[in-house]
T-cell receptor
Framework: AQSVTQPDIHITVSEGASLELRCNYSYGATPYLFWYVQSPGQGLQLLLKYFSGDTLVQGIKGFEAEFKRSQSSFNLRKPSVHWSDAAEYFCAVGLSFGNEKLTFGTGTRLTIIP | DAGVIQSPRHEVTEMGQEVTLRCKPISGHDYLFWYRQTMMRGLELLIYFNNNVPIDDSGMPEDRFSAKMPNASFSTLKIQPSEPRDSAVYFC?????????????FGPGTRLTVL
């Protein structure tokens, strides 16, 4: 079965600094990969997704992620974080076509300090 | 569009009581998903529907949980009887066509506390 690992439970970054959140997956074929963000008291919102093609994908709010097959990773990056980026971030993997299920990682909580 | 609507936003109940959570998906979306989020287990898929028909309920923890979708604009998740370990945030999500590539849109969640 597929699985997703987010090794960092909590990350603290200064406002204006760069950010990288790690995500590793386990799946026998090329997965479909997603990053979602959850602001306090809110539901999850899609930041970006990867299916195929260019391994660097751009998302909303200035985020990007890079798919690296050799490392089974799909890390999320942002060059300069804003205080409003404080939230919980979830990586998710979907199976090949025909299966609607997503498997989510345990999340990384991002704290921004002034 | 108003997005996925869930009610109530917060529910506090006593052990043994019946709890009903409600969800209105985005109009035109064919798929509806129910998730549960806890600190211990993270975000888990409980059940999902396609065109009002349950497709996969393998994530439903036990018989105390049941879900229905009587029409395209309404779904319920019922817990009877409720137990303290059911305390969690329950999310409803919908997607247009389903499939792993389709974006799921999440509601704000219902925070359930069972005393």
């Amino acid at each position: 079965a597929q699985s997703v690992t987010q090794p960092d439970i909590h990350i603290t970054v200064s406002e204006g600094a760069s950010l990288e959140l790690r995500c590793n997956y386990s799946y026998g074929a090329t997965p479909y990969l997603f990053w979602y963000v959850q602001s306090p008291g809110q539901g999850l919102q899609l930041l970006l997704k990867y299916f195929s093609g260019d391994t660097l994908v751009q998302g909303i709010k200035g985020f990007e992620a890079e798919f690296k097959r050799s490392q089974s990773s799909f890390n999320l990056r942002k060059p300069s974080v804003h205080w409003s980026d404080a939230a919980e971030y979830f990586c998710a993997v979907g199976l090949s076509f025909g299966n609607e299920k997503l498997t989510f990682g345990t999340g990384t909580r991002l704290t921004i300090i002034p | 569009d108003a997005g996925v609507i869930q009610s109530p936003r917060h529910e506090v109940t006593e052990m043994g009581q019946e709890v009903t959570l409600r969800c209105k998906p985005i109009s035109g979306h064919d798929y509806l998903f129910w998730y549960r989020q806890t600190m211990m287990r993270g975000l888990e898929l409980l059940i999902y529907f396609n065109n009002n028909v349950p497709i996969d309920d393998s994530g439903m923890p036990e018989d105390r949980f049941s879900a229905k979708m009587p029409n395209a604009s309404f779904s319920t998740l019922k817990i009877q009887p409720s137990e303290p370990r059911d305390s969690a945030v329950y999310f409803c999500a919908s997607s247009l066509r389903g499939g792993s590539t389709d974006t799921q849109y999440f509601g704000p969640g219902t925070r359930l506390t069972v005393l």
